[in-house]
């Protein structure tokens, strides 16, 4: 016999990391009818996106925009800068950093594969040391993933900036922020990340269906020096096109591209450092949520170390299956949706049973932060899981602080 849920009418909370809960004016601003794509508003609209998103990622360098998710953008980056043969290192953290390190495999690129577990972040002297043994330089890039959203590690980019350094090796950096890109801090330039992949559905809260591929002059030159890459990833017309269709390589994503200046205007409105701001209070809170919890029963966050975990998502564990448990009755009794543990189980498993997610990415506020807190405590409650007192008051008083 089914029972009724208990309060779940009202508006809902999608706390899943991606994708992220949308701001209204990003939806009204895709309501409308279709527009020309060959004259007017849409085509100086497009060009103010190409400066707004380069400040979000904080490069001087070029943005190539694709029709596509996140692994459309994987694809893209590793299109323009190896061919069949070429060889890379991946220094993995979780499940994205294999799922990149696969897709280059899968254009017969052979894959150096470091892997670092799912609990820790890289280790930077492995990394000098795998580069120290590539003596003649046949390694052409580094794949590394800054928050791999399935463990919520986040990995320490001027370190492994300096890794690659000390090895004195001349490897590209490619940097996936899919899931960081508006709520971890990240500075392209700054940080000597060669290129760098987003996508618009996490950080950037614009539904799914629009990838960036950041590029910086270094890169170029390894594009420039290409063989043959493929007409549709091809970055140099994208990153500069000279006619507007060529942005796209065909129609534009007309609806997506107005969505996305209401959520850049929402970013530079706040400022992307109080932007990122926000995002670090709000993770303190959850953090001080989940250890108050942990002080008794199996709830754990998945990362040890406070400065190795994301801003923007938490991974966590609690005996198996409780974590899905749990998601099940919050979701079906409150109106809140927390992540599926992703990758956590054993070898080849996507999801587990005794590992669930928060995601804070993006549109998020201190009292949606307390509600899925609160609804957490509410499902742990209802369902006799043993946990500790004083999350919801260590929270508050996290955010209370600023
Ligand atoms: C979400 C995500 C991806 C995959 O993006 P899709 O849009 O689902 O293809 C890749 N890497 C990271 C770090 C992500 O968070």
């Known amino acids: 016999m089914t029972q009724h849920p208990i309060a779940a009418n009202g508006r809902g909370y999608l706390a899943i990391p991606g994708p992220s809960v949308m701001p209204d004016a990003v939806l009204q ?43 459309a953008a994987w694809e ?57 043994e590539d003596t003649d330089h046949q390694i052409k890039a580094v794949l590394a993933v800054h928050v791999d959203t399935s463990s919520s590690i986040r990995n320490d980019f001027t370190a492994l900036r300096r890794a690659i350094d000390d090895a004195g090796h001349p490897a590209l950096l490619m940097a996936d922020c899919i899931a960081s890109l508006g709520c971890d801090q990240f500075e392209m330039d700054e940080w000597g990340v060669d290129v760098m992949l987003a996508a618009c559905q996490k950080g950037l809260m614009v539904p799914a269906g629009v990838s960036f591929v950041f590029f910086n002059e270094k890169a170029e030159a390894v594009r420039n020096a ?17 006619q507007f269709w060529q942005y796209f390589n065909g ?13 850049l205007d929402i970013i530079h409105d706040e400022s992307i450092e109080k ?37 923007a998502v938490t991974s966590l564990s609690l005996a198996s299956p409780d974590g899905t448990r749990l998601r099940e009755w919050v979701e079906t009794n409150i109106g809140l ?18 590992f669930f997610r928060f995601g804070h990415m993006g549109h998020v506020n201190g009292q949606m932060i307390m509600g899925l807190l609160g609804g957490v405590e509410t499902g742990l409650t209802a369902l006799n899981i043993e946990h500790g007192t004083g999350a919801l008051e260590a929270a508050a008083a996290v955010i209370a602080k600023g």
């Open 29 to 71: 601003a895709m309501h409308r009818p279709s527009p020309n794509i060959y004259d007017g508003e849409l085509l100086e609209m497009t060009a103010t996106l190409i400066p707004d998103l380069k400040r979000v990622a904080r490069t001087k360098g070029k943005c190539a925009i694709y029709i596509g998710n996140g692994h």
């Open 337 to 354: 949706t927390l992540g599926i543990g992703l990758g956590m189980g054993g070898e080849g498993e996507r999801s587990s049973d005794g």
């Open 251 to 263: 129609t534009a994503p007309t609806h997506h591209l107005f969505g996305l200046r209401a959520a």
């Open 226 to 242: 290409m063989p043959r890459v493929s007409r549709y990833w091809d970055w140099v017309p994208r990153g500069a096109p000279e």
């Open 76 to 132: 893209a980056s590793l299109s323009n800068v190896l061919s069949e043969g070429d060889r890379v290192l991946a220094p993995i953290t979780g499940l994205f950093g294999h799922g990149w390190a696969d897709m280059a495999r899968g254009l017969g690129v052979e894959v150096d594969v470091l892997d670092f577990g799912k609990q820790s972040p890289m280790d930077m002297a492995l990394i000098t040391h795998a580069l120290k």
């Open 275 to 311: 932007v990122w701001a926000r995002h670090a209070v709000l993770a303190r809170a959850i953090w001080a949520a989940c250890d108050a919890w942990g002080q008794v029963g199996s709830l754990k966050m998945n990362v040890a170390e406070a400065q190795n975990r994301s801003n």
